[in-house]
């Protein structure tokens, strides 16, 4: 019996180990930092409805498609893109210097249209096949050469021929961008757009119009942005503090419970691999209520365990031995764990499916942790706790 | 230990805590951060030697007259208005042509909208998390349990919203994590101690509900102590030693947990046995 359980403790403390070891640098490498955290630019852009026009799910994933290709084509780095409820869509920019001006020309509708003087609409840029930025032969700056398909270029024609001795309106979201004089109809389908743009500006309106004008026009609702000073050096001394803390927290367990503090210990370690592993593998975004629901969710997890050495301790009072302590102590102690943590579970999982943003990242933590929690309470702390019962039976190990 | 006999003194500190508390949310409300009333933060590492006042002359020039200017060490926040980008970028500029050395360090804008959003779904969340909370207690201890349980949860968020009004802390994502982890820690609690009156009150045939609720928080008062004390560990090392974009928030939950440790033993077993003899 004694042979048999220290073989299989080492096994059991063995792979555990193993498994810390191993997956301590996978997922610290993958687990996504809040914006909050590690610093960037968060963005929350509502579609305002236009007149007639209802905003629907379908709209929005048309939107969210044309920024990815803005984003892809502009080389935006470290950008993630998702549609929020019916009418929202979230930018959020981790890795460039200047993310708002990257966000600045996202989120542009990118409509053209070309108006007469009188501001009717001759042609819009539904129609355009190309756009290219082409340097000026004359001077530093540059233009946006266009390319119209059939249909355009014959309405181009005729814009050309009836606003001939007048100006053209080049119009980008109701703003004149050029308006050059008409001297002649041109036919051929493709056109110029003259200004006094810059080689950037020029590449970013050539990129918005290739990749389409948005059906909506997105405005900003909420806008968070931390400085790459704050989010490192913040990270970096709160990280180093949590690890202070939960040396703490293990050591006082081993103060205070002795050999099963040892084991709540190795729970804890288990606890913490399972946790976060389970958010690196869903993509979960640590941020930091995400950190508020995972500090609780340690909280209980060490809970967890003193309930249950509580009990142990109080059975061992009563004159029960070792084994039979650990058997009555981790059964009543069980059912008290689950209904306080079941208890909790159900906030958490009203929180996760009403909340938003900081509210669903601490409901989805907690949720994760409390899960884990009593998953191995049950599993693991318990059977280590007989293993070790048979190798020993001196109480005095227990504390008491 | 005799909490119930005492548990008028308790039910008095709670009330000098939540009557001025609901006194001064009538009278003066909640000092509401951008997270519920729209606006902008922008925050900025300048010098130590640079006053608010010198801060705020630049704000003036953007005719942003109104906004508030905090400062802390070298850091300044400034709230105002919803800013554009370029508007954030033109105060940048100005302050640099001031000051000289100006580090970014974080900007917020919250439109007014998201905030009425998050209060309202947060109102339901927790009217719904409280009816299912009932059912589950009801389900596995009794009902009593859960109205006892329910109202220590509503104890305690008007404690919490009582004194942010008080002391008109802002109401920000920090607050919010602190009264998540107060609801979320106290319900714990609570139930690890029900759960031990409901094993007593199996044990015995003769119910004195004074006795039966004393001896079962004594029984579970090291585990109460305990487990705060390893809780608290990790946040009182991260208030002291963590970064600085999370010390409110820290700090917020800290008070959460403590309050949360103290409704269950002396508000909620004391509501329990209101309930049960009146039951």
């Not at chain 1, 003259?194 to 309106?205: M, P, Q, V």
């Not at chain 1, 729970?267 to 209520?289: C, D, H, Q, R």
């Not at chain 2, 009333?37 to 130590?48: D, E, R």
């Not at chain 2, 006892?148 to 008080?166: E, K």
Request: aromatic share 8%; proline share 2%; hydrophobic share 50%.
């Amino acid at each position: 019996m004694r042979t048999k359980s220290s073989i299989i403790l080492a096994v059991v403390l063995a792979t555990l180990g193993l498994l810390a070891y191993f997956t301590y640098q996978p997922i610290l490498n993958t687990i996504n930092l809040g914006l909050d955290l590690r610093g960037g630019l968060r963005v929350v852009l509502q579609a305002q409805e236009n007149d007639g026009e209802k905003i629907t799910e379908d709209t929005i994933q048309k939107a969210v498609g044309i920024i990815r290709e803005r984003v892809d084509t502009l080389g935006v780095k470290e950008t993630t893109l998702y549609p929020q409820g019916e009418d929202r869509v979230v930018i959020e920019i981790a890795g460039e210097d200047d993310p708002e001006a990257a966000v600045d020309i996202l989120k542009n509708t990118a409509q053209l249209e070309f108006w007469d003087e009188q501001g009717n609409v001759l042609l819009t840029g539904k129609n355009l096949t190309d756009a290219q930025a082409r340097a000026r032969s004359d001077s530093q700056y540059f233009d946006v050469a266009l390319e119209f398909d059939k249909e355009g270029g014959d309405l181009f024609y005729e814009a050309t021929k009836a606003t001939m001795g007048q100006r053209l309106l080049i119009v980008l979201d109701d703003n004149v961008i050029s308006a050059p004089n008409v001297d002649k109809a041109i036919s051929g389908g493709s056109a110029v757009i003259e200004g006094s743009f810059t080689a950037k500006e020029a590449n970013d309106l050539a990129i918005l119009l290739r990749s389409g004008a948005l059906p909506v026009t997105l405005e900003i609702m909420e806008k968070r942005s931390i400085g790459p000073t704050l989010g490192s050096e913040s990270l970096d001394k709160s990280i180093q503090a949590g690890i202070i803390g939960i040396i703490g927290v293990l050591l006082f367990m081993i103060g205070f419970y002795r050999l099963p503090g040892l084991v709540a210990d190795l729970s804890l370690l288990l606890y913490a691999v399972i946790v976060l592993g389970t958010m690196s593998m869903m993509g979960a975004v640590l941020t930091l209520p995400g950190i508020a629901g995972f500090a609780l969710s340690i909280g209980m997890a060490v809970d967890a365990n003193v309930i249950i050495y509580e009990r142990l301790k109080e059975e061992l009072r009563m004159g029960k031995t070792l084994r039979a302590a650990i058997d009555s102590g981790f059964k009543r102690a069980w059912w008290t764990i689950f209904d306080a943590n079941v208890t909790t579970l159900i906030t958490a999982m009203v929180l996760m499916y009403f909340g938003t943003g900081p509210i669903k990242g601490f409901a989805v933590t907690l949720s994760i942790g409390i899960v884990a929690s009593l998953a191995v309470a049950l599993t693991f702390t318990r059977y280590v706790l007989v293993l070790l019962a048979n190798l020993s039976n001196n109480e005095r190990l227990y504390g008491v | 230990m005799q909490i119930i006999q005492k548990r008028k003194i308790f039910y008095i500190i709670s009330l000098l805590i939540i009557i001025p508390g609901l006194v001064s949310l009538v009278f003066q409300g909640l000092n509401q951060g951008i997270d519920f009333k729209g606006g902008s933060i922008l925050h900025v590492k300048i010098s130590s030697s640079v006053t608010s006042a010198e801060v705020r002359s630049v704000l003036s020039d953007f005719n942003l007259d109104r906004s508030e200017v905090q400062k802390s060490g070298d850091e300044f926040y400034m709230r105002t208005e919803v800013l554009t980008q370029e508007k954030t970028n033109e105060i940048m500029k100005a302050l640099e042509t001031k000051f000289e050395q100006v580090t970014f360090l974080s900007s917020d804008t919250v439109g007014a909208t998201i905030g009425k959003e998050l209060t309202r779904n947060a109102f339901w969340a927790l009217g719904i998390a409280a009816v299912l909370m009932l059912i589950y207690i009801t389900v596995r201890f009794e009902w009593t349990f859960g109205v006892a349980a329910v109202l220590a949860i509503l104890h305690n968020v008007l404690v919490v919203l009582g004194v942010f009004s008080i002391l008109q802390w802002e109401i920000n994502s920090a607050f919010i994590a602190a009264i998540l982890t107060v609801i979320g820690y106290s319900i714990n609690d609570t139930i690890v101690i029900f759960d031990r009156v409901r094993e007593n009150m199996r044990k015995t045939k003769r119910q004195d509900y004074q006795e039966l609720l004393n001896k079962s928080i004594t029984q579970t008062m090291n585990r109460s102590i305990n487990t705060v004390l390893t809780s608290a560990f990790t946040l009182v090392a991260l208030l002291l030693l963590g970064g600085a974009t999370i010390k409110y928030f820290v700090a917020a939950m800290l008070i959460g947990f403590v309050i949360g440790a103290y409704t269950s033993i002396f508000i909620a077993s004391p509501l329990w046995y209101e309930i049960k003899k009146a039951a």
